[in-house]
């Protein structure tokens, strides 16, 4: 086996068997494992695990000739004769003065970004539905364009004037996202394909930036959910969308964690509500508050129909609480076309996440309620305070009064009279009368 310093270390021959190739084991650095029947043929291993066939040669011949060394196809993909066969079809032409990488008959290629893409979206299973169809998002709004383009045509310079395009078309925030994105994709094919560069990262090693993310002042609850309430009820003509928005406001759950709701988690006489997915991955159990049972009664009555008027006590709904026919999930997935409209007509900036960052700015600075019950309500990761973690969690019992209380309070705010004259003091996101 090779060595784990940074000298370079002595070959390794083994016959390339599928059982020799499974016995190859990662190290600190990438190594070779050269086969022992066709000179040029072996298995590079990566410290990650991954395993690819290569070949090494020099094109023209001798030793002036630069040493050249492509990646025929993983290990996983291919079986070891196959490989060793495409291995001495390309070792031929090197023999008769071509040179595979350049040749315009052979069938090497680096992949497309459409499949190195594909595969990036293949090596994480764990990965959340809403996070794919957001990457999915970005691929096709950012780069649809260059999904067709092998990967080693896409130049450092292109990425440089795309991120600054996507920049000022769609916002900093996106830019970013975009741009990380494709230096992710890039990365596995890199490891795979000897001699591919990725150009997000020349990029930054050249000077590029991603833009500075700033963490904005939220504006005061007493100045937003009034102006939010108004722009909600002009704009949102559907009542069961409308009660997406009403149930976010009254729990401070993620726009996600509101779509994904099921009846079968809900207990209206127990006054209950179970989330399963969470960002936290931890599943979340609420009170119910007397604002977010109404509006679970009506979507109770809606999904139900003639159902729940002839027998209300005895008729249990299921599925989604917000379902739509339209979608491949079956519940409703996005409500940021109504986003602009909504601010238009509240005269300021709105958001889904800003309920969320209202119900904590209610709980905290107006009602003064610990920052561990309100982390418990919200759902939020709670590892930096050590003494916070030895304590033990809060009970339903504990959270329903004050779940009440911030409910109360955030109707107060929502339903109060606000000057059309008054000056808005709050600093907003960037671009934010764009529709998304």
């Not at 094109?59 to 060793?84: C, E, K, L, Q, Y």
């Not at 130049?155 to 494709?182: P, Q």
């Not at 009820?233 to 069961?240: F, L």
């Not at 808005?424 to 009368?433: A, F, H, V």
Request: include cysteine; aromatic fraction near 8%; proline fraction near 6%.
């Amino acid at each position: 086996m090779p060595g784990t310093s940074g000298k370079r270390t002595a070959k390794v021959k083994v016959g390339l068997t599928r059982r020799a190739i499974e016995a190859l084991r990662p190290q600190r650095q990438a190594w070779i494992a050269w086969d022992t029947q066709v000179t040029g043929f072996g298995v590079r291993v990566q410290p990650t695990g991954t395993k690819s066939y290569i070949i090494n040669y020099r094109p023209g011949g001798g030793r002036a000739a630069p040493n050249r060394r492509i990646a025929i196809g993983r290990v996983d993909s291919m079986a070891p004769d196959t490989a060793r066969r495409r291995a001495r079809e390309l070792l031929d032409q090197v023999a008769r003065g071509a040179d595979p990488v350049e040749s315009p008959t052979t069938t090497f290629r680096r992949p497309t970004l459409e499949e190195a893409f594909a595969e990036y979206l293949t090596i994480n299973p764990d990965r959340k539905e809403q996070t794919e169809r957001f990457y999915r998002a970005l691929m096709r709004n950012c780069f649809a364009d260059w999904l067709t383009r092998p990967l080693d045509t896409i130049a450092r310079r292109e990425v440089e004037s795309r991120f600054h395009l996507v920049s000022r078309r769609r916002g900093r925030t996106v830019g970013n996202h975009a741009i990380s994105l494709l230096r992710s994709v890039y990365r596995r094919p890199c490891v795979d394909f000897e001699g591919l560069r990725n150009p997000v990262e020349l990029w930054l090693a050249a000077g590029g930036r991603y833009h500075r993310v700033v963490r904005r002042r939220i504006a005061a609850p007493s100045e937003v959910l009034p102006r939010w309430r108004r722009g909600i009820e002009a704009e949102v003509i559907v009542p069961a969308t409308r009660d997406i928005f009403w149930c976010g406001v009254y729990t401070g759950l993620r726009v996600g964690e509101v779509f994904g709701l099921r009846w079968d988690r809900v207990s209206l006489s127990r006054r209950l509500l179970r989330v399963e997915e969470t960002k936290t991955g931890k599943p979340l159990l609420l009170p119910v508050t007397r604002q977010l049972a109404a509006v679970l009664e009506r979507r109770r009555a809606d999904c139900l129909g003639e159902r729940a008027a002839a027998d209300p006590a005895g008729v249990r709904p299921s599925g989604w609480v917000f379902p739509s026919p339209t979608s491949a999930s079956g519940h409703v997935e996005e409500l940021y076309h109504l986003y602009g409209r909504i601010s238009r007509a509240a005269g300021t900036k709105f958001w889904f996440h800003g309920l969320r960052n209202a119900f904590i700015s209610v709980a905290e600075r107006e009602l003064m309620l610990p920052r561990s019950l309100t982390k418990r309500l919200v759902n939020h990761a709670r590892h930096t305070d050590v003494t916070e973690d030895y304590a033990a969690d809060w009970t339903i019992r504990q959270l329903r009064e004050p779940a009440q209380r911030i409910a109360d309070r955030i109707e107060e705010l929502m339903y109060a009279e606000v000057s059309e004259d008054a000056e808005w003091g709050g600093e907003t996101p960037e671009g934010w009368w764009d529709d998304p």
